[in-house]
């Protein structure tokens, strides 16, 4: 499986309006996890975060939270954030742009958030702008380092690697919350918390405004 651990300064040019990372001198990092809420998973990284006195932001799946309305208003609770990641975990490429824009909108009365990140990373111009206007008004967030918590190929040590190798102040780094990515995260988030804590790092939610 192809995709970039580290996202590059020519993409993230390439594809402006989407927020990549948070310019800082500071020693933060922004942990984010997708595609939760999971009755297993979320629970483990809410511990986990809890342990270190760090923060983050989850991009829920509208029926995930449905499914799991007590774990989502746990991570809230707890002092998290929270944004939207579509009701049915859509890819934006290949979807409709009228049924992608009702799918997030649906995600919307659920999930009370000004943050959406698109699954797969994969959206539109047009889908973005449209749910970027008055009616939803939802600001794309996009990552700056990739775990590679989802790939079956890359264990925990790899997916540890994958961030501390790539993460410096200012990165959103992207782990999952889900079944499929349960494995490998329970043995990387540890590390990854213990190794950026050890650094004097604090791990922050993302901010509602940007430069």
């Not at 990641?85 to 009370?112: Q, R």
Request: some cysteine; charged content about 25%.
């Amino acid at each position: 499986m192809f995709y970039l651990k580290k996202t590059p300064w020519f993409f993230k040019k390439f594809y402006q309006g989407r927020t990549w990372n948070i310019p800082t001198d500071e020693k933060i990092l922004y942990l984010t996890f997708d595609d939760g809420p999971h009755p297993e998973a979320t629970p483990f990284v809410l511990e986990q975060l809890k342990k270190f006195n760090a923060k983050a932001t989850f991009f829920c799946v509208g029926k995930n939270v449905a499914e799991n309305f007590s774990v989502y208003e746990q991570i809230i609770a707890e002092g998290h954030k929270v944004g939207n990641h579509t009701y049915s975990h859509l890819n934006g490429w290949k979807t409709d742009d009228k049924i992608y824009i009702e799918d997030i909108a649906k995600a919307a009365k659920i999930i009370d958030s000004d943050l959406f990140r698109p699954p797969y990373g994969k959206i539109t111009k047009f889908q973005m702008k449209a749910i970027g206007g008055e009616k939803l008004h939802l600001k794309t967030i996009m990552w700056d380092v990739l775990s590679g918590d989802f790939d079956q190929s890359v264990n925990g040590e790899n997916c540890y690697l994958n961030v501390i190798n790539n993460a410096k102040p200012g990165s959103i780094v992207v782990f999952h919350d889900s079944l499929k990515s349960f494995t490998t995260l329970k043995e990387a988030l540890p590390r990854v918390l213990k190794y950026y804590t050890e650094k004097e790092y604090r791990f922050a939610i993302l901010p509602s405004e940007y430069q």
